[in-house]
């Protein structure tokens, strides 16, 4: 059972946890057209501060956008609603999952002319993957072709495709799936961006076949800041097995390093030099301990 905070922010107002609800014949329910994100707020020297909110409400926007699905509300009242929800909660640090969808009116598959319902909900919650190393299992399903959706929305019905990859590792001892597209070349995991080094260069797949993430843009960034070249290209299967290292970006994974991929091994089955410098970068970032990004938070006043 996940950890829940008091209240929630559905369509303008805060609402107990356990009364949060919509009816059953919820369009979004049965046909899986909404949007979201997921966001997570860390614990500072100055309080709560909300990672790259701005960025996170603009990707939002665009997804819903991709269905047609129009907000009731401007981006900056989205922002300021985020900023309520993690003020209220009482957390110094958690996760947030802002969900817009189409709600119950009628049915088929064309959702216009349902009413657009908008929640806000955060919570405590701590690594995503709990270890310091994962094995991942390249999925028997591929990623969602580009030309099937708009693969750069955030968008609810997409993660069916991750829920099948997550089933096939039950009752192995996987910790994630990986997925390639139709060419056979990488992608990325059930929900994070896949990043590998080899001599010292750091490798993952360009744009176009995968979310846009918004912890990878900074990963990519922190990485060259540090003075690492970072390359966006095409990956195949046996070059990552070639790699010296391989990690997982996420707003959930965070930073996390992949011990193999399909049994491979990579260097001696820890964290990589060049994986624990980027992991140490990116916590000092969202704690507030880097000066050079504080843009990248939005402090939570208490009052």
Same mark, same amino acid.
């Given at each position: 059972?996940?950890?829940?905070?008091?209240?929630?922010?559905?369509?303008?107002?805060?609402?107990?946890?356990?009364?949060?609800?919509?009816?059953?014949m919820t369009h979004t329910l049965h046909y899986g057209g909404g949007a979201f994100e997921g966001i997570r707020f860390y614990s500072t020297s100055q309080g709560p501060a909300i990672f790259r909110l701005k960025e996170h409400v603009d990707r939002l926007f665009y997804s819903a956008k991709t269905l047609n699905l129009?907000?009731?509300?401007?981006?900056?009242?989205v922002i300021e609603a985020i900023k309520e929800v993690v003020r209220n909660s009482n957390l110094e640090s958690g996760y947030i999952r802002p969900i817009a %969808?189409?709600?119950?009116? *009628?049915?088929?598959?064309? @959702?216009l002319g349902n009413p657009v319902e908008f929640v806000i909900a955060c919570w405590p919650w701590g690594a995503y993957l709990p270890h310091d190393s994962i094995d991942v299992k390249i999925s028997s399903y591929i990623r969602i072709h580009p030309d099937s959706s708009v693969v750069d929305a955030k968008l609810c019905g997409h993660y069916v495709n991750g829920i099948l990859a997550s089933i096939e590792l039950q009752g192995t001892h996987y910790h994630e799936a990986l997925f390639l597209d139709s060419k056979?070349?990488?992608?990325?995991?059930?929900?994070?961006?896949? %990043?590998?080094?080899?001599? *010292?260069?750091?490798?993952? @797949?360009?744009?176009?076949?995968?979310?846009?993430?918004?912890?990878?843009?900074?990963?990519?960034?922190?990485?060259?800041?540090l003075g690492y070249e970072v390359i966006e290209t095409d990956i195949s299967?046996?070059?990552?097995?070639?790699?010296?290292?391989?990690?997982?970006?996420?707003?959930?994974?965070?930073?996390?390093?992949?011990?193999?991929?399909?049994?491979?091994?990579?260097?001696?089955?820890?964290i990589g030099e060049i994986t624990a410098l980027i992991k140490e970068a990116f916590l000092d970032l969202v704690h507030g301990k880097n000066p050079n990004y504080m843009e990248y938070l939005t402090f939570i006043s208490k009052s």
């Open positions: 059972m996940m950890q829940t905070t008091e209240t929630i922010w559905q369509n303008g107002k805060f609402v107990p946890w356990a009364e949060a609800k919509i009816h059953v129009e907000l009731p509300y401007s981006k900056e009242e %969808f189409y709600g119950y009116g *009628k049915m088929g598959v064309n @959702p056979g070349k990488i992608t990325e995991g059930v929900g994070e961006n896949f %990043f590998m080094v080899k001599n *010292k260069i750091i490798y993952t @797949p360009k744009l176009g076949g995968i979310l846009a993430g918004i912890t990878r843009l900074t990963i990519i960034q922190l990485a060259q800041d299967l046996e070059e990552a097995y070639q790699a010296d290292e391989a990690f997982f970006t996420g707003t959930a994974a965070e930073v996390t390093a992949i011990r193999s991929i399909n049994d491979r091994v990579f260097g001696e089955g820890g």
